[in-house]
Nanobody
Framework: QVQVVESGGGSVQPGGSLRLSCAAS????????MGWYRQAPGKQRELVAT???????NYADFVKGRFTISRDNAKNTVYLQMNSLKPEDTAVYYC??????????????WGKGTLVTVSS
């Protein structure tokens, strides 16, 4: 069994910063893509940022220059450093990983999400 668990959400004032973490555990052979998505109330889930095993990154336009995605392969962990947060960044943030186990090749795993609230 593989588990993907996010942490680091919370409440912050506009202009503030938060760092999200997401760790995978279980019988893992390798993790290719790692990424962060978010879903605001009443809206569809959207991509925030992704990072490949080779550390190529991709960002949504609305976070470029403010958010940074990184990964630690030894810890099966992905991070999202969020700076200059805006009220419109308020959402549940979900971690996604593409994981190969002894039983499945490149399967999508999702965390349960962590809430980020940006408000004065």
């Amino acid at each position: 069994q593989v588990q993907v668990v996010e942490s680091g959400g919370g409440s912050v004032q506009p202009g503030g910063s938060l760092r999200l973490s997401c760790a995978a555990s279980g019988n893992i052979i390798s993790i290719y893509d790692m990424g962060w998505y978010r879903q605001a109330p009443g809206k569809q889930r959207e991509l925030v940022a992704t990072i490949t095993f080779g550390e190529s990154t991709n960002y949504a336009d609305f976070v470029k220059g403010r958010f940074t995605i990184s990964r630690d392969n030894a810890k099966n962990t992905v991070y999202l450093q969020m700076n200059s947060l805006k009220p419109e960044d308020t959402a549940v943030y979900y971690c996604n990983m593409v994981i190969t186990t002894p039983y499945y090749y490149d399967m999508d795993y999702w965390g349960k999400g962590t809430l980020v609230t940006v408000s004065s």
